[in-house]
């Protein structure tokens, strides 16, 4: 039982991966059987009472799939999907009754640092934290940091918790790059906010260096839209510059096919999704050294690392990558190699449902 807040539809990056494992065409274990339990519902966009409202009975179902769990024949493993903030809170308390019924369940952290996290609750709510993580069967992370975090603010045993990168699906059959000579396509795919780094990504595209250079740039994603477009146009780079708000995934793909760079210059990410999709379809990829970015990027090789927040250095990076079409190219192959090594679904898959099978077999 996948415990996913929004479902596989409304659930975001969280969603999204859970997607992706559940309709991986190769990898996963035969004779395991997946269910998604929505915790959360969707989001409403400026209807504040009616989220919370709904959210609640939302909660209120996950607590009755899992007694539906426990008088069932079926052994049965949840896996809860746990972020920080409001998400804590809700699973906590789904995680008390599997507690209360003898279910048991393993957590899976996608928060980009929950070590932190924990150490901002007060008191009451770090002792909830130390007892949810403390009788999971398994915890699971995005990185090395995000491991290493919660060993050092968690009293966890070390063979307990465990790295699973992020994946997403094969784009391939391949599709051509834009001809040598078409203006450079850069592409930012996320939700449009200052973790991300939006702002600075504006002031680096309108910097001097770039400014010379045949390129033009598409931010999509939901978020303050008219915002960042009033941004872009203020400093000059409006007509540069495309803001198609949120994209489903068929158009995530389309735009990956026809962009030339992919770049996200976030302040904060356990492991992003737009990253593992810029790899995969063979993207040079321009991003910040957060989470577990450094685990998957290989600099100049599969990639560009700036620091986050470093406006002169990520325009600087970008110029150095639309104005040299070899580097250009070069990165592009190195992102796909890089892609077909170590972030495909199918070992993602494969990895995740062996140890669910392992987890039920211990129970």
Known sequence: MIICPGGLEHGGGIGRQMGYFLHAPHGRRPGLAYRVV????????????????????????????????????????IHVNITGRGSTFRKSAIVAVAQLLGVRYMLHVHDYDYAQEYRSRGAFMQAIIRRVFGRAVHVLVLGEDARAGL??????????????????????PPVPRPPTGAPCHLLFLGHLSARK?????????????????????????????????????????????????????????????????????SHAEGLAMSVLEGLSHGLAVVATPVGAHREVIVPDVSGVLVPPGDVAALGDALARIVGDAALRARLQAGARARYVEAFDIAGYAERLSDLHARLLADG
Do not use: K
């Open 38 to 77: 929505d915790s959360r519902g969707p989001w409403f966009l400026g209807a504040a009472r009616r989220y919370v409202a709904l959210s609640v009975l939302y909660l209120a179902g996950g607590m009755f799939a899992i007694v539906r769990a426990r008088l069932s024949a079926t052994p049965h493993l």
């Open 151 to 172: 060993l050092g603010a968690l009293p966890l045993a070390p063979h307990l918790i465990s790295v699973l990168h992020n994946a997403v699906p094969d784009p391939r």
């Open 197 to 265: 780094g939006v702002p600075e990504l504006l002031q680096a595209l309108a910097s001097a260096p770039l400014a010379p250079l045949a390129w033009h740039a598409t931010l999509a994603g939901g978020g303050p839209v008219d915002a960042f477009r009033q941004q872009a146009a203020r400093l000059g780079i409006g007509a540069r510059v495309a803001f198609p708000g949120w994209v489903d995934q068929a158009a995530v793909t389309a735009l990956c096919a026809g962009a030339d760079v992919l770049v996200l210059p």
